[in-house]
């Protein structure tokens, strides 16, 4: 930029009846001066643009036409404020210089001169994008040793062969690829919307990694556990509700862990709405289902506050079982952790082999005791560690995962072994 651009892009700005003129004021123009007209957006304007040999601009030219039919005369006999886009030769009005000065901050740019209702503040507010959600925070821990370090990378980098990965039903390979649910996945089987290998797919079919599916027309890559899964222990919160999609809007748990890039995230078990505690969830649809079927028997042990005070014949009794509307429900273990000497509350640890909705809850309910709060503290043999915080996440490594699948009976990919668990 020259010098001369430089001072004349210092000069005052002229202000005329609400909107900006972006020509510096020049001496010998009058009221009505021209000027000339603006020649692009940031593109200074004046004499000191215009060529040698091109003639002098008269001065005291009339307003273009164009020009005074942009502003017209309101009822008082005044000409109306009129906000001009440097880059159109049209002006702007109306909803567009209100969209302009939302999102530019233009305070000079006219409101439209409309009836119509415009929306209150609160409820645009309310109407606009769900606040974000704050993810979980990873628990940090000390590196493991040099060995268990070095087994990790090996298993991290082992993968299987595809020719020795059985088939599965076709949904569920849909569904563990992440189209859709189970559920949504026979629907569109039934309806003919899957296809195998050109061919219209039928419930109960199963497919490979050499098979070629379509959903809707559509080419499906589909994803094989051809490696160890992943495996996260979360210290679930109050609040949270362990679903996908919730039509209340609330935060869910998959809300706040990290996205799984390769493959979805399953939960092993539920916990309801006001129950916190461990919650495992994985990437293997194997692993999740071993775990949370009845006939393996796996121990869900929690931690209870109640209001009031069991006798030793109800903790007994609720050993041996107890008729809920659902069908009997019985503890495998009853203990007493203490609570205040003069408080009303009472702590219990119990340990349970089913996942029913509320199941623990309504066994107090049964004695007439009200809980107050519930942990689940243990899954299995994997244990809710202390250092984990509410809203706190810790991914198992490789080892871990390892020992996790072979003490459920599976292999690295979910099959299941032959044998009994150890």
């Known amino acids: 930029m020259s010098k001369g651009q430089r001072n004349t892009s210092r000069q005052p700005v002229a202000r005329v009846r609400g909107q900006e003129s972006g020509q510096p004021r020049q001496p010998d123009m009058g009221r009505s001066g021209g000027g000339s007209k603006p020649s692009g957006r940031g593109k200074p304007t004046g004499s000191f643009l215009t060529p040698r040999n091109a003639p002098a601009a008269p001065q005291g030219k009339p307003a273009p036409a164009a020009r005074r039919e942009a502003a017209p005369i309101n009822p008082e006999g005044r000409r109306a404020p009129v906000n001009y886009d440097t880059r159109r030769a049209a002006p702007v009005r109306g909803e567009a210089a209100l969209q302009h000065e939302r999102r530019f ?3 000079n740019a006219a409101m439209p001169a409309t009836d119509a209702p415009q929306p209150e503040f609160g409820k645009a507010r309310r109407e606009g994008p769900a606040p974000k959600v704050q993810r979980a925070k990873k628990l940090a821990l000390r590196a493991p040793k040099q060995e268990i370090v070095d087994r ?8 299987v062969d595809y020719s020795k990965i059985e088939p599965i039903r076709l949904q569920k390979a849909l569904a563990a690829s992440g189209v859709g649910s189970r559920r949504e996945m026979e629907e569109w089987i039934e309806a003919g919307f899957i296809t195998v290998n050109g061919k219209k797919a039928a419930l109960g079919d199963k497919v490979g990694p050499q098979d ?4 809707k027309g559509n080419p499906i890559k589909l994803k094989w556990a051809d490696r160890l899964p992943r495996v996260i222990m ?11 999609d919730d039509p209340e809007g609330r935060v869910t748990v998959f809300d706040r862990l990290p996205q799984a890039k390769s493959s979805r995230w399953v939960a ?7 129950t916190s505690g461990l919650l495992l969830i994985t990437t293997s649809g194997e692993l999740a289902n071993r775990m949370m079927h009845p006939s393996f028997e796996f121990d869900r042990e929690y931690s209870v506050r109640v209001l009031g005070e069991l006798t030793r014949e109800q903790m007994q009794e609720m050993t041996k ?5 659902d069908g009997p429900a019985v503890f495998q273990r009853v203990s007493e952790k203490g609570g205040a000497e003069e408080g009303a509350n009472r702590w219990y640890n119990v340990v349970i082999r089913e996942g029913r909705n509320r199941e623990v809850r309504r066994m107090f309910e049964h004695f007439g005791l009200t809980v107050s709060r519930l942990i689940r503290v243990r ?3 994997i244990g809710l560690p202390p250092r984990l915080k509410r809203g706190q996440y810790y991914e198992l490594n490789e080892a871990e995962v390892a020992a996790v699948m072979k003490w459920a009976g599976l292999t690295a990919t979910g099959q299941a072994k032959t044998g009994k668990r150890d």
């Open 234 to 244: 979360y210290h679930k919160q109050e609040g949270e509700i362990v679903t996908r």
């Open 105 to 107: 901050g233009n305070k």
């Open 379 to 381: 899954f299995g043999n």
């Open 212 to 215: 070629r599916v379509t959903a």
């Open 152 to 159: 990790s990378a090996r298993l991290r980098e082992t993968r």
């Open 321 to 325: 079982g107890v008729e809920l509307e």
């Open 268 to 274: 092993i078990g539920r916990l309801d709405v006001n």
